[in-house]
């Protein structure tokens, strides 16, 4: 008789793809290593191929471990659901949201204090990272849902944006240029530079500058957005960020002639799309938030 597809089998292979490594699944299901890899090497054979693609630094999904996770997740939510009916009880979810680097941490801070978010003991767990990392950890269900750049190709339903904003030059509020409603770059050409490692638009910015002729002192370089934040309005430099950013005693000025915009959204990982609940009330806190926050962002304006 053929072996069939049994729950632990889908437990080891969720672990697996929410770890990143054998071991911690293993320890996660509470079971040895050997036992784990006896398992999905199992599954793997029911399903007549690998589901991992194993190197010495990392763990990849293959094409056909990515398809399984999709139905894997589905699966296990619905043997999660019966217990939890069985049993009268209601246990806790958690919804694993990535967070860009880049993204105004009082958006968070907000989102965070949203009560609404949090009925019958419902969690959050904030995944930091860059664009990339997150739309890997989307790709592979690591994450459910990202507040990231929205990017062209993003699928309509999986994807809703909440917010367009521009790049401008940030200044502390005692700089000469502050009352400025813009700046020309020619005008930065003796100004000390805050160097933001995490932006997204290094690239852009740097070949703007050169175009100009400006070529400035980095008075400090830092992965922290907070420490950015805190050398402009401290007066050790200036430096270029998205305008949402800004944070009091921080000046924001248009650039001349540096034009670019971003879109910020929400995505959601192919797992998600029948998590109707939940994401309508995500969904509706962040477009709150963001909403509110156009708005009472005057302090970034010039006075």
């Known amino acids: 008789m053929r072996s069939m597809i049994e729950r632990y089998h889908l437990r080891y292979f969720l672990a697996v793809v929410t770890?990143?490594?054998?071991?911690?699944?293993?320890?996660?299901?509470?079971?040895?290593?050997?036992t784990l890899s006896v398992g999905i090497a199992k599954l793997e054979k029911l399903l007549g191929?690998?589901?991992?693609?194993?190197?010495?630094?990392?763990?990849?999904?293959?094409?056909?471990?990515?398809?399984?996770?999709?139905?894997?997740?589905?699966?296990?939510?619905?043997?999660?659901?019966?217990?939890?009916d069985v049993a009268g009880s209601s246990a806790p979810q958690t919804l694993r949201l990535g967070?860009?680097?880049?993204?105004?941490?009082?958006?968070?801070?907000?989102?965070?204090g949203d009560a609404d978010l949090f009925r019958d003991g419902a969690r959050i767990e904030i995944v930091e990272g860059s664009?990339?990392?997150?739309?890997?950890?989307?790709?592979?269900g690591r994450i459910d849902a990202a507040v990231t750049i929205l990017r062209e190709g993003d699928a309509g339903g999986a994807a809703q944006r909440l917010n367009r904003e521009s790049y401008q030059l940030a200044l502390s509020r005692n700089h000469r240029l502050a009352a400025r409603r813009t700046v020309?770059?020619?005008?930065?050409?003796n100004d000390a530079m805050i160097l933001r490692r995490q932006c997204e638009l290094l690239?852009?910015?740097?070949?703007?500058?050169?175009?100009?002729?400006?070529r400035p002192f980095f008075a400090a370089r830092t992965t922290s957005e907070a420490k950015a934040v805190s050398y402009v309005r401290a007066g050790l430099g200036v430096t270029i960020m998205p305008r949402t950013l800004a944070e009091p005693g921080i000046i924001m000025v248009p650039l001349e002639g540096f034009d670019f915009t971003r879109d910020i959204a929400l995505l959601w990982a192919p797992h998600m799309q029948a998590e109707r609940g939940r994401r309508t009330s995500l969904t509706a806190a962040l477009e709150r938030i963001v909403r509110a926050g156009s708005d009472e962002d005057s302090f970034a304006r010039p006075l």
């Open 19 to 34: 770890t990143g490594n054998f071991s911690r699944a293993a320890a996660a299901c509470n079971v040895s290593q050997p």
């Open 49 to 84: 191929g690998p589901l991992f693609s194993r190197t010495n630094r990392r763990v990849a999904l293959t094409d056909a471990g990515a398809k399984l996770l999709l139905h894997a997740r589905t699966i296990e939510a619905g043997f999660a659901a019966a217990e939890r």
């Open 99 to 112: 967070v860009l680097t880049t993204i105004a941490r009082r958006w968070i801070e907000e989102l965070l």
């Open 131 to 140: 664009e990339r990392d997150l739309r890997g950890r989307l790709g592979r």
């Open 184 to 189: 020309r770059v020619e005008e930065l050409m």
């Open 203 to 214: 690239p852009e910015t740097s070949r703007f500058f050169t175009a100009h002729g400006v």
